[in-house]
């Protein structure tokens, strides 16, 4: 397996609404992000993705890492006003 885009699961407002009334043929409650390098995607989770999040779930990233094989997943949430990862693991 080769190296990918890293991406980023969340659900916003928007996203359930538009879930809601079948709006553009949604089929997901979710809202899926692809960046082009992990270090974008972490600045968003700290401006944007962490606070734009509701519902129980936790934000979810997977990616591949450098020099090794396979896709990692991160559970992300906020902590005392910090991005941090919750869980993490090797799928």
Do not use: C
């Not at 009334?21 to 700290?46: G, H, I, M, Q, W």
Request: glycine share 8%; proline share 3%; no cysteine.
């Amino acid at each position: 397996m080769g190296n990918f885009k890293p991406q980023v699961t969340y659900m916003t407002r928007g996203s359930i609404h538009d879930y809601n009334v079948d709006r553009y043929r949604v089929t997901s409650p979710y809202k899926t992000e692809r960046f082009n390098t992990y270090a974008e995607l972490k600045k968003a989770l700290r401006e944007r993705i962490l606070h734009e999040h509701i519902g129980e779930d936790l934000v979810f990233v997977t990616r591949s890492r450098r020099g090794t094989w396979g896709e990692y997943y991160e559970k992300w949430d906020l902590v005392n006003g910090k991005p941090t990862i919750v869980k993490k693991g090797w799928q």
